[in-house]
Each structure stands twice: as structure tokens, then as C-alpha cells.
């Protein structure tokens, strides 16, 4: 079966008839339960005449294709899904490391300043930018696979704060 370039493996080939067609599509439909059998049974036709047009219309490499597509789809929507959350996740952290630098130099306007130790003010501040840029350098690192270079710099930017607060 000699098949057009524009035609995907499972549509319609050209020169299918309907009856065919519709019996490839319930066999492909069928995922890893597909039996001829069970075609034959839900369109009260022969054993014989399903396994005929299987053979004509090459339904296991149809069927095979579909299902690579499927988990291509499938594949993609993930990555993109994971891509997203990676940007509202360094979206996230960049503003709240913007909080931090506000609320570091609020200190030292505030007047509560002295409750706050100088040193403790300026590491306040030193480790918000950082956290900031790190998360700024993140956005421009992203690897294809949606993996990221910089979260294991930013864990232990955040241990860091954790530590000295």
C-alpha cells in the first residue's frame, strides 16, 4: 500500500472504503487491547474479511504510528506543562525576593532599626539580591528538557537565609 505523504498513517488512506476505514478505527481506538476479534464482533462482520483489510491496509504499522503520536502529544503537553511551572516558579521567587530587598530597606527607614542589627540589615539585603538575580539568571538558563542549571544554587541561597535569620 503505497500511502500519500499528506495523509497521516491513521486517517483515511486513499482508496479505503468506509466499511474498511471504520473497522481500522475501532482497531486503532483499541490501544493495547486490539484484537481482531473484537472489531469483527462490534461490526457483526467476519473474522476472515477484518484480517483481509488488516493485511491490505497495513493496520499494525497505522496503529503503531498512531500510538508513537499519541505519546509525542502526550510527551510535549508534559514539557510545556513543566516549562510553565518552571517560569511561574522563578516568577514567583523573583518577586519575593524583591519583597525581601523592600523589606530590608523599610528596616532601615523604619523606625524599629533598632531592633536590627547593621549586619543583619545588609545580609538581609545581599542575599535578597542575590536570590533575585540568581532567579533572573534561571529565566535566561532553562535547558530544552525543562530542567534548570541554577536550582541547586538557589537551594542554597535559601538555606543560607534561613541560617542567618
Known amino acids: 500500500m503505497a500511502r500519500d505523504a499528506d495523509i497521516k498513517a491513521w486517517e483515511r488512506q486513499e482508496g479505503e472504503s468506509n466499511k474498511a476505514y471504520e473497522a481500522f478505527s475501532i ?19 467476519s473474522y476472515t474479511l477484518i484480517r483481509r483489510w488488516k493485511t ?6 497505522r496503529a503503531r504510528e498512531y500510538d508513537n503520536e499519541l505519546i509525542r502529544a502526550q510527551t510535549a503537553k508534559a514539557k510545556k506543562e513543566a516549562a510553565d511551572a518552571a517560569t511561574a516558579m522563578r516568577k514567583r521567587q523573583t518577586k519575593l525576593a524583591l519583597e525581601l530587598q523592600n523589606a530590608a ?24 539580591t542575590r536570590l533575585e538575580r540568581i ?3 534561571g529565566e535566561l538558563n532553562t535547558y ?3 530542567s534548570d542549571d ?8 535559601l538555606k543560607e537565609i534561613k541560617s542567618a535569620f
Request: aromatic share 8%; hydrophobic share 35%; glycine share 4%.
Open 144 to 146: 530544552d528538557d525543562g
Open 27 to 45: 482497531y486503532r481506538d483499541m490501544g493495547n487491547d486490539r484484537t481482531l476479534i473484537s472489531v469483527a464482533e462490534q461490526l457483526h462482520k
Open 135 to 137: 532567579n533572573r539568571e
Open 105 to 128: 530597606l523599610s528596616a532601615l527607614t523604619d523606625k524599629k532599626i533598632k531592633e536590627m542589627e547593621p549586619k543583619d540589615i545588609i545580609k538581609f539585603i545581599a542575599e535578597a
Open 56 to 61: 491490505a491496509w497495513n493496520w499494525e504499522d
Open 150 to 157: 541554577y536550582l541547586d544554587k538557589l537551594d542554597e541561597v
